[in-house]
Structure formats: C-alpha cells, structure tokens
C-alpha cells in the first residue's frame, strides 16, 4: 500500500510560469511533510518543509500548501527557472515513527526555455 | 564535514560477497537513517540510530542485512552472502539534534550484484 503518490511521473512547465507538484497521501497521521529536489547522480536535497498544524509555508520562489482534508500537498515554484528541472520528491513522516520518512515515487520537472 | 558522505559511490559484486558501506554524516548530526532505493521509486526506510543506539530497523528487509554506528558517528551497512535482488541506490540521511523531522542526504552508493 502506497502511503504517499505523486501521480505525474513527468511535467512540462514554461520557464517563467508557475510549476506545480502535486502529491496525496493516505495516512492521516503523519504530521510532517518535506520535498526534496534531485538531480541526477545526486542525493536528494531538501527544499521546503511543512508541519501538519500548517496550510501553507513559504520560501523565496517556492511555497508548499497542505490540505489536510483532501490529504493532498502541493509545491509551486514561481517563477519557474532552468535549474528548477529536476526530479522531485514528496515525502511524509511521524514523530512516533522517528521521522522515518515515507516517499512518493517523485514527479521528473522540465522547464523549457 | 560540508555534508554527508557515503563511499564507495558505486559497487559491484558477485552474488554470495559480503559488502560493506559506509555513511559519514554531518558533523554534529545525531540522528542517522539508511534507505534503499529502487529505480523509479522513491527510498524505502532500512533503519535509524540516534547517536550510537540503532532505535528502529524495521525496513531491513531480511537477517543479511546488519548495521552498526559503533561511535555515533560513521555507520556501516552490511549485506552479507548477496543475491541480485539487493541490486539498489543505498542512501543515508543525517539530521540535527532536535530536528529529525529535516533529514539530508548523502549522495548514495549504488550497488550492483551480478
């Protein structure tokens, strides 16, 4: 059972546009949402990071919304920039569970020029 | 260090070889995770240490996989007798004391089993 989807395996955005991630999750007890980038032959970076008792959380360009109700997050990145193509990844956690973190199989973004 | 380190960065073994990787976190970071990452998907959980003390390993998928943090620092993740199956991207994250909830990323060995 997949506890957290990232749905689109791929995304095509306009540089400048805005880009937006999406990612649901099952399990209503987590209370700690993260994203991180990748590029290739990287590890994954954190970027941005919301509590559970958050809807909303921002930093410079990217802002990540949390829907508790719909058990729904999502990342915008705006302006979207060349740098911004990589590979993102949604990931859940619980306190009582360490912070294990709980990862969506990640969403490719490509900012076309 | 800057950030977490992992070596070697790639492996290639034969099946029935013990292998042994190593994590070196984040100077200062108490806690340290390892997860395993097949291609496509997003890392699965392997295990966690909190300083020295290995408090949870309940993603090691079978009794050939072992882990150590002797210090609490460096780890070291062992697969012995390895079967082809164990081919993946092993990652480990560190995170700072009080902020489990934040963990970074080495840049993970990839391991092949032929």
């Known amino acids: 059972d997949q506890q957290v989807k990232q749905n689109s395996p791929s995304l095509s955005v306009q540089e400048g546009r805005i880009s937006i991630l999406n990612c649901d999750y099952t399990n209503s007890m987590f209370d700690y949402f993260l994203w991180y980038k990748k590029y290739p032959a990287e590890g994954p970076t954190f970027l941005i990071s919301?509590?559970?008792i958050k809807d909303k959380n921002e930093d410079g360009r990217f802002t990540v919304f949390l829907n508790k109700s719909a058990k729904h997050l999502s990342l915008h990145i705006v302006p979207s920039q060349p740098g911004d193509s990589a590979v993102y990844f949604c990931a859940a956690s619980r306190m009582d569970s360490n912070y294990q973190l709980i990862w969506g199989a990640g969403t490719k973004l490509i900012i076309k020029p | 260090g800057a950030g977490v380190s992992q070596s070697p960065r790639y492996k290639v073994t034969k099946r029935g070889q013990d292998v042994a990787l190593r994590c070196d976190p984040i100077s200062g970071h108490v806690s340290l995770y390892w997860y395993r990452q097949a291609l496509g998907q997003g890392p699965e959980f392997l295990t966690y240490?909190?300083?020295?003390?290995?408090?949870?390993k309940s993603g090691l998928p079978n009794d050939r996989f072992s882990a150590e943090r002797p210090e609490g620092s460096i780890s070291t993740l062992t697969i012995q007798r390895t079967e082809q199956r164990d081919s993946a991207m092993y990652r480990c994250?560190?995170?700072?004391?009080?902020?489990?909830?934040?963990?970074?990323f080495g840049p993970g060995t990839r391991l092949l089993v032929l």
């Open positions: 994250a560190s995170s700072r004391p009080g902020r489990s909830e934040t963990q970074y």
């Open positions: 919301i509590s559970s």
């Open positions: 240490f909190n300083y020295e003390a290995q408090q949870d």
